[in-house]
């Protein structure tokens, strides 16, 4: 079992900068890719970014892609999500979350892989 909590997230003008954490409970965090996920007022929950368990490998939306980089920090259980160059459209609850699947190779984009799920963090973009 994997408990993650979020936290980092807040309001910030068009243009700035966010980093959220996600900090993991359970000696498995390791051993799991992590991903990032958003969801926006009326709109589903969509895929931002994943990293799978050594950080050798990540992958990025399209719409995040270059603003956005995942991270972690496997000493401290701590998945991050630095965000640059913040849009409006970026303005949406964050989660973060865990593939049970232990050592995968690669990542993966689809929300239901992912077993274990953070509460959420909202993050806010004024224009």
């Known amino acids: 079992q994997v408990q993650l909590v979020e936290s980092g997230g807040g309001l910030v003008q068009a243009g700035g900068s966010l980093r959220l954490s996600c900090a993991a409970s359970g000696r498995a965090f390791s051993n799991y890719a992590m991903g990032w996920f958003r969801q926006a007022p009326g709109k589903e929950r969509e895929f931002v970014a994943a990293?799978?368990?050594?950080?050798?490998?990540?992958y990025y939306a399209d719409s995040v892609k270059g603003r956005f980089t995942i991270s972690r920090d496997n000493a401290k259980n701590t998945v991050y999500l630095q965000m640059n160059s913040l849009k409006p459209e970026d303005k949406a609850v964050y989660y973060c979350a865990a593939d049970p699947r232990p050592r995968t190779s690669d990542v993966d984009v689809r929300a239901s892989v992912y077993a274990y799920w953070g509460q959420g963090t909202q993050v806010t973009v004024s224009s």
């Open positions: 990293i799978n368990w050594s950080g050798a490998r990540t």
